[in-house]
């Protein structure tokens, strides 16, 4: 299943509707407040381009193995669909 889905977001067009969330990912706490989520993605974006294309890459719990480029495209198309979801 891995590599059909990760063939979905590589694609073009926007992120697929209806992906479901690793169990993993799931929040069941109490939610941040926007000033601490808006914190916490400047945190991630920052660490991710800081890693490079040469460090090695965990790989993602639906997707499998994940080269530096396909984590880029998939925080861009992934921060994109949730952008549009809210309508920013």
Same mark, same amino acid.
């Given at each position: 299943?891995?590599? @059909? /889905?990760? #063939?979905?977001? $590589?694609?073009? #067009?926007?992120?697929?509707?209806? /992906?479901?969330? !690793?169990?993993? +990912?799931? %929040? ?5 407040? @926007?000033?601490?989520? %808006? !914190?916490? *993605?400047?945190? =991630?974006?920052? @660490?991710? /381009? *800081? @890693?490079?294309?040469? =460090? #090695?890459?965990?790989?993602?719990? !639906?997707?499998?193995?994940? #080269? =530096?480029?396909?984590?880029? %495209?998939? %925080?861009? +198309? &992934? !921060?994109? &669909?949730? *952008?549009? $979801?809210?309508? /920013?």
């Amino acid at each position: 299943m891995g590599e @059909r /889905v990760k #063939s979905m977001w $590589q694609d073009p #067009s926007r992120f697929p509707k209806n /992906v479901p969330t !690793a169990p993993e +990912r799931v %929040v069941t706490d109490t939610p941040n407040t @926007r000033t601490e989520d %808006v !914190a916490d *993605l400047e945190g =991630a974006l920052t @660490r991710l /381009v *800081l @890693r490079g294309k040469g =460090a #090695s890459w965990p790989d993602h719990p !639906a997707f499998g193995s994940l #080269s =530096a480029e396909d984590w880029g %495209v998939l %925080v861009c +198309r &992934h !921060a994109d &669909h949730h *952008l549009r $979801q809210f309508g /920013v």
